[in-house]
């Protein structure tokens, strides 16, 4: 069973920057992608970014330029790294990994972005 834990969520004003992290404990061995989730209130959620066990990268048109996802394979750990954030980028972040046919999802992790 793989259980994600995130952290670094928090309240920061426009502009600023904040630091996402999600560590995955069980065996991620052959995972399909890792990424990174939101939900705002009243939307559904959606895709911010994503890596390929390749390496490969996607990322939503909105935060294209200003966020960066990267991971760390000896610490089981994806990352979203997360710059000039606006009000618009309030949410719950959400880390994924799917393998498989399992997806799994952590327990959300609250950012807030004050004009």
């Known amino acids: 069973q793989v259980q994600l834990v995130e952290s670094g969520g928090g309240s920061v004003q426009a502009g600023g920057s904040l630091r996402l992290s999600c560590a995955a404990s069980?065996?991620?061995?052959?995972?399909?992608?890792m990424g990174w989730y939101r939900q705002a209130p009243g939307k559904q959620r959606g895709l911010v970014a994503h890596?390929?066990?390749?390496?490969?990268?996607n990322y939503a048109d909105s935060v294209k330029g200003r966020f960066t996802i990267s991971r760390d394979d000896a610490k089981n750990t994806v990352y979203l790294q997360m710059n000039s954030l606006e009000p618009e980028d309030t949410a719950v972040y959400y880390c994924?990994?799917?393998?498989?046919?399992?997806?799994?999802w952590g327990q959300g992790t609250q950012v807030t972005v004050s004009s």
């Open positions: 069980g065996s991620i061995f052959g995972f399909t992608t």
């Open positions: 890596i390929t066990r390749g390496g490969s990268t």
């Open positions: 994924n990994v799917i393998i498989g046919w399992n997806n799994y």
